[in-house]
């Protein structure tokens, strides 16, 4: 059974930076895309970034930034830990909200960004900003 489990939401001040995790458990496959969402309340989910794992040959590696996030936001993994993180910097009051990850399997490019493909989510940790 698949489990996501994120970590690391809290509160910081605007300007400061924050590091959520995603413990991803469960798949028999290396090649699945993990991304993270946001939503906040009376809003749609937003996908903000995600990264393909498994091997480079076949995607593995590529990483896709919504442009709300991009520049300031860096996903990564670590393939050791299963784990995905989400390294957010420069934190503006807009970036407050419910930090969901999410996995799937057969998806490509930035269709990653979006809700309709993913197959789990994480119960979702949440981050507020102090301006």
């Known amino acids: 059974q698949v489990q996501l489990v994120e970590s690391g939401g809290g509160s910081v001040q605007a300007g400061g930076s924050l590091r959520l995790s995603c413990l991803v458990s469960?798949?028999?496959?290396?090649?699945?895309?993990i991304s993270w969402f946001r939503q906040v309340a009376g809003k749609e989910r937003e996908g903000i970034a995600c990264?393909?794992?498994?091997?480079?040959?076949?995607?593995?590696?590529?990483?896709y930034y919504a442009d709300s996030v991009k520049g300031r936001f860096i996903i990564s993994q670590d393939n050791a830990k299963n784990t995905v993180y989400l390294q957010m910097n420069s934190l503006k009051p807009g970036d407050a909200a419910t930090y969901y990850c999410?996995?799937?399997?057969?998806?490509?490019?930035?269709?990653?960004?979006?809700?309709?493909?993913?197959?789990?989510w994480g119960k979702g940790t949440p981050v507020t900003i102090s301006s």
């Open positions: 990264i393909y794992t498994g091997e480079e040959r076949t995607g593995g590696g590529s990483t």
């Open positions: 469960g798949y028999a496959t290396s090649n699945k895309v």
């Open positions: 999410a996995s799937a399997v057969g998806l490509h490019g930035a269709s990653c960004l979006l809700p309709y493909g993913i197959d789990y």
